[in-house]
């Protein structure tokens, strides 16, 4: 038996290693792939990486064996040699399910390790065992340990590099450093193994022989290099797949990132107009406060009677004038300025000026302006207007609250001068905004705890003095406020929306009064309620007055309600309906305050109304100023031919009454006769009279 050192090709011993160490670096890859996949995938990787180390570690014993100086002839027995490749195989998957399956605990770790272990050097031996030999080889038994020992613990220091070292069960994969490590640790693990198990052979004297039908070391060769490149290929394909990965992470940070963006927008804009919102003007002001010490402006600006759009209307056509009327504005500031939409109908400019509080006052005209003009929504033309309030850095604040709370009063000091205007803020105007609020708060109180009157004033017939109905007024006397006129608070409960629980309480209380006998002795007596252009718009209307007379008795030929142009106009064939409904319950309805707005008694013809009332403020005049009297006495004329009774307000002195009365005026309403009376105080009224005419 010789037992001598054998020597060897260096080349291929350091090809061998190299093989090795591919092989492992690729198996562990893809092994550390079968955690974070269920089923199928996870097989695959498994499968993958057991046949990447199996035919590793084969292919490192065989060229390992090509690396040793042999007689020419050497050959492997098929079988045999098919054989160490099935426990390399069979033993890698079964190490590496181990290892992966589940938690990595010490024990299975341990597990692990001495199957790979032993399937490395079972491999070799049976390896051996393929190669055709004079007598069967023996082995040194203290080296054949030493290579068992070298095998296992190699395998073993390996896997926990692989797999134990990494933070958690789920997490990343270890580094490529520490996969590379424990890949090298592998292969030294099977290349210490190989040529241990080689110093401890003893081969047989005789040595090697060639062997028929045997695999001869050529063909060998051109196997591993098959193998070779089929382990290269798994390596390139994962490089290729972590690069598809990637690229696929880059796309979806990316589409994060825009995801995330959106909601940036979503956060700092309104939906309904792209414009900027609320928070996003506050951090444009607090910046501007921060950077500049230039004059700017502070403009708020509201729709008048929006909510009146959006009941009668709808809340589609509400958006859509809100979408407009963004338009609008954008168009109306420069580019360095910024508008935002602050609330339902609210929006807020920040603008800045070379031209002081002239450039400011120019804005607000146009802003103002621009919003008058008719909004082309459908097929419906809808007109708003708007108020604004300015105020300006620095005279008027200097810091955001201040700035924002001042423009806000200017623009509720706009709509307490009329709407369809611009102020700029002055003091007295906060006391103004305070008051405003309080009227609401109390307001709303008051509808709930019965707090609100009527007053009823009369309505006399020109010609006999006889007194022929009566118009319900608001009255309210506030613990707080005091003594609050209905032209105060009507504005304020249109523009919050109490307008309608506020109408149908006076509409049910002055329906109740009538029905219980106005008149001195019990007799019924037909009344009027002003209806405002919300509650005549609201869609419920007409089934409000129908429960209303119902419920309180009143025969509907006792009921009027008295409408503005206005109201009618917003919205001329909606409005029509409307009124014929009413009609046709025996309402009677007439035209309040005529000759103040739109005066156009062509387009009123269309309506379904009975009278036409003058307003007050021509009556002051009738007397004295010539142009008044020829309005009255145009208007009556007018009236007339058209069938309409002339109600003629604010009659005063005798003289007033003389000049309706020679116009064929019907009926009025005034101070000559008598002022609105609280309800018990009107029948002592009536009482008196009827005791003077009677
Ligand atoms: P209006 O409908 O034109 O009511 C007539 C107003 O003129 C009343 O003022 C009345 O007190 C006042 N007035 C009556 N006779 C004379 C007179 O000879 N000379 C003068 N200078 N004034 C006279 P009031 O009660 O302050 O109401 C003001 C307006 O508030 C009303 O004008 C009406 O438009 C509105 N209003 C009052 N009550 C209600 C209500 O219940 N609902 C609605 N929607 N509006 C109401
Ligand atoms: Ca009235
Ligand atoms: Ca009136």
């Not at 292919?59 to 050959?75: Q, R, S, T």
């Not at 994969?173 to 030294?188: D, E, H, T, Y």
């Not at 309030?389 to 623009?411: F, N, Q, R, T, W």
Request: aromatic share 6%; glycine share 8%; with cysteine.
């Amino acid at each position: 038996m010789t037992h001598e050192p054998a020597s060897y090709n260096l080349a291929l011993v350091a090809l061998s290693f190299a093989v090795a160490a591919l092989a492992s670096l690729t198996a562990l890859d893809l092994a550390a792939r079968v955690r974070g996949s269920k089923g199928a995938p996870g097989i695959a990787w498994l499968v993958g990486g057991a046949f990447a180390m199996g035919t590793g570690i084969w292919a490192m014993h065989f060229i390992g064996m090509l690396a040793m100086e042999m007689p020419e002839h050497v050959g492997y027995g098929i079988v045999l040699t098919a054989l160490s490749l099935l426990a390399a195989l069979l033993s890698s998957a079964l190490a590496l399910f181990i290892v992966q399956s589940g938690k990595l605990t010490n024990y299975r770790l341990a597990f692990g390790s001495l199957v790979m272990g032993t399937g490395i050097c079972l491999m070799h031996y049976v390896g051996m065992a393929a190669m055709s030999t004079a007598g069967s080889i023996t082995y040194e038994p203290v080296l054949f340990l030493v290579s068992v020992v070298i095998s296992v613990s190699a395998s073993g220091l390996s896997l926990w590099l692989a797999f134990r070292l990494t933070p958690s069960d789920t997490g990343p994969r270890a580094p490529f450093w520490q996969r590379g490590l424990a890949a090298v640790v592998m292969a030294i693990g099977i290349s210490g193994m190989h040529y241990t198990g080689m110093a401890a052979a003893v081969i047989p004297h005789g040595g090697m022989m060639p062997m028929a039908g045997g695999i001869s070391p050529d063909q060998l060769a051109i196997v591993i290099a098959l193998i070779a490149t089929c382990i290269m290929l798994a390596a390139m394909m994962i490089s290729i797949y972590d690069a598809h990965l990637s690229s696929r992470n880059a796309q979806l940070a990316g589409s994060l990132q825009r995801a995330n963006s959106e909601l940036k927008d979503m956060v700092y804009g309104d939906s309904l107009t792209q414009l900027p919102n609320r928070l996003l003007l506050e951090e444009r002001l607090d910046t501007l406060l921060q950077q500049t010490d230039n004059a700017f402006a502070v403009l708020f600006v509201d729709l008048d009677r929006f909510k009146n759009v959006n009941d009668s209307l709808g809340h589609h056509v509400g958006d859509e004038l809100i979408k407009h009327a963004a338009t609008r504005l954008q168009a109306a500031i420069r580019e360095t300025d910024t508008v935002a939409r602050v609330g339902g109908d609210e929006f807020m400019v920040l603008a800045s000026s070379n031209n002081g509080h002239e450039g400011f006052s120019a804005l607000a005209r146009r802003i103002v302006s621009t919003l008058d003009q008719p909004f082309q929504i459908g097929d419906s033309i809808v007109k708003v207007s708007s108020s604004v309030g300015i105020s300006l850095y620095p005279d008027h604040g200097l810091e955001k609250h201040a700035l924002m709370v001042h423009a806000d009063a200017a623009m509720y000091c706009a709509k307490e001068r009329g709407r369809n205007n611009f102020q700029l803020y002055e003091p007295n105007m906060s006391s103004l905004a305070e008051r405003r609020t309080l009227i609401e708060q109390r307001l709303r109180l008051a509808i709930d705890n019965n707090g609100l009157t009527l007053a009823y004033q009369p309505k006399v017939n020109v010609l006999s003095g006889e007194i022929t109905g009566v118009e319900a007024l608001l009255r309210w006397n506030d613990d707080e406020l005091g003594v609050v006129t209905p032209d105060e608070i009507i504005p304020i409960a249109e523009d919050t929306g109490l307008i309608l629980p506020l109408g149908e309480w006076v509409l049910r209380t002055a329906c109740q009064y009538s029905a219980d006998g106005a008149g001195h002795d019990g007799a019924t007596m037909a009344v009027a309620v002003n209806i405002s252009a919300i509650q005549l718009n609201n869609r419920h209307f007409t089934t409000l007055v129908k429960k209303v007379l119902h419920e309180t008795g009143l025969p509907a030929g006792l009921l009027e309600l008295e409408l503005t142009e206005s109201a009618l106009i917003q919205n001329p064939d909606r409005a029509l309906t409307i009124l014929n409904e009413l009609r046709e319950l025996g309402i009677t309805l007439s035209i309040d305050d005529f000759g103040t707005g739109y005066s156009n008694l062509a387009q009123l013809r269309r309506f379904p109304i009975q009278r036409l009332k003058i307003d007050r403020t021509f009556m002051s005049g009738v007397t004295t100023n010539a142009q008044d009297a020829a309005i009255v006495q145009a208007v009556i004329a007018l009236a007339l031919s058209l069938d309409l009774q002339v109600v003629a307000e604010g009659i005063e002195t005798e003289e007033q009454l003389s000049f309706i009365r020679r116009q064929q005026g019907h009926q009025y309403q005034g101070y000559l006769c008598s002022k609105a009376l609280p309800a018990d105080d009107l029948k002592a009224f009536l009482a008196d009279r009827q005791l003077v005419t009677g």
